[in-house]
Structure formats: C-alpha cells, structure tokens
C-alpha cells in the first residue's frame, strides 16, 4: 500500500480503489504491457497496406479505466513531470481525454516499475529522461 500511496494523485481513498481493481498478486502480470491491457489505457493500432488507426482500448476492467483517468487528473497538479508530459500532448493537438489517457498509461508502468522493484515512486526517476529532451 505505501508503493500507491507514494505515487502522486493517489490518496488513500483512490489508492484504495486501483490497488483493489489490479489486486495484490505480485505475479498476476507478466509486464507493464498487460497490466496497461487490463487497466485499457495502452491503445489498440489497426493497421492495413495503407492506413493505420489508433484507437481507444473498449474491453478493459472498467472500473479500474474510471479510477486511472481520474488519478491521471489529480496528478496533474501533483506531480510536475506529469503535467508537463500533458501540457506537451496537448500542445500536439492530442484532446483533453486522450492526453490524460496516455498519461494514465504512463503512470500505470510507473507503478507497475515501483511494484517490480519494491521502491516507492520517485519524480527525478520517472520523469528525468523526458526534461532532457524538453530544454
């Protein structure tokens, strides 16, 4: 519980709620790649010879998408990183909900890290490699 509980946006109420919708098996998932799948915040890309599309992921737990889209918001004023990371989707022209929706995926292999390593959520380490790039 202290793991969700360092990562910003989440408080004991909300920590509560993703915490219960992911579970406490350690090996329930086999990488960020299915934990992101189950939450559905990674997206789906359909692509043909000429065209691709992404698209918004529709089969997920969706409690756990409600509670990921809301923790994305409050992060916004919780962590730096994170709301630099939307204000830059947002000035590509990406909308509000998509751009907290790939923030959600973001945070959500944040945490899946912190679980994997058993360390708390630390800002430098999270987001240090995307400053690098904005300056």
Do not use: M
């Amino acid at each position: 519980a202290e793991i969700y509980l360092s990562q910003p946006g989440l408080g004991t109420v909300l920590g509560a709620r993703v915490l219960a919708e992911f579970g406490d098996d350690p090996h329930r998932y086999q990488d960020h790649k299915a934990r992101r799948n189950y939450a559905g915040t990674s997206p789906i890309t359909r692509a043909s010879g000429r065209r691709t599309v992404v698209l918004a992921r529709y089969a997920r737990n969706r409690r756990l998408g409600d509670a990921v889209h809301q923790w994305a918001f409050c992060a916004l004023s919780a962590s730096p990183g994170a709301r630099a990371y939307y204000d830059q989707l947002r000035a590509r022209g990406t909308s509000h909900h998509a751009a907290l929706r790939q923030l959600g995926n973001r945070l959500v292999g944040i945490l899946h890290g912190c679980l994997k390593t058993r360390t708390r959520y630390d800002e430098t380490t999270a987001w240090g490699h995307r400053q690098i790039f904005a300056a």
